[in-house]
């Protein structure tokens, strides 16, 4: 069965930092791109970020470029995400998705349960 | 990066059919055939209901149906059911990033 596990969320205060884990079972984790998508409270959902299957392409969405930094280790089959500088605005759940295939934005075919992270002084 | 446009709200009766629209761009929508579709019911994490435009994945009952001109995709959910109730949005690639609609509230009547 293919799963996904967040973990890494917590109460952070505005400029701090987090690094969020997704622990990756039941799939090649290599062969697929893997992308974050956070949601709001009382929101919608908001793509943030991606990876190739190499960890050779990240990409990231405007509101979270040049703060938050992508990442892989594929013989752990984890997927990373740093996030630095966070303000009140990146508070959310925040869930890590596999790819439908390689190519990372064809579709999340698989979402982990969520991780919340919550930025407040 | 601006969010696709959904209707905020479509309700429907049991055993009838709605569509909910997703309008982009040309940057978007307009210029790739990988639009999907999520249906989240409270307190879950998505799931992908469709992909490629149309395609549905493995487990998710034919009721469900989507398609695509220009720049516009649409999702059509015949024969309601009760647990059809859920947000549902869209998803489009753009390019180096990847764009959802504002989302959509299934109503079941």
């Known amino acids: 069965e293919v799963q996904l596990l967040e973990s890494g969320g917590g109460l952070v205060q505005p400029g701090g930092s987090l690094r969020l884990s997704c622990a990756a079972s039941g799939f090649t984790f290599s062969s697929f791109g893997m992308s974050w998508v956070r949601q709001a409270p009382g929101k919608g959902l908001e793509w943030v970020s991606a990876i190739s299957d190499s960890g050779a392409g990240t990409y990231y969405a405007d509101s979270v470029k040049g703060r938050f930094t992508i990442s892989r280790d594929n013989s752990k089959d984890t997927l990373y995400l740093q996030m630095n500088s966070l303000r009140a605005e990146d508070t959310a759940v925040y869930y890590c998705a596999k790819g439908y295939s390689n190519t990372w934005g064809r579709a999340m075919g698989v979402w982990g349960q969520g991780t919340t992270v919550t930025v407040s002084s | 990066q601006s969010a696709l446009t959904q209707p905020r709200s479509v309700s429907g009766s049991p055993g009838q059919s709605v569509t909910i629209s997703c309008t982009g761009t040309t940057s978007d929508i307009g210029s790739y055939n990988y639009v999907s579709w999520y249906q989240q019911h409270p307190g879950k994490a998505p799931k992908l209901m469709i992909y490629?435009?149309?395609k549905r994945p493995s487990g998710v009952p034919d009721r469900f149906s989507a398609s695509k001109s220009a720049n516009t995709a649409s999702l059509t959910i015949s024969g309601l059911q009760a647990e059809d109730e859920a947000d549902y949005y869209c998803?489009?690639?753009?390019?180096?990033?990847?764009?959802f609609g504002g989302g959509t509230t299934l109503t079941v009547l």
């Open positions: 490629d435009v149309s």
């Open positions: 998803c489009s690639y753009a390019g180096s990033s990847v764009i």
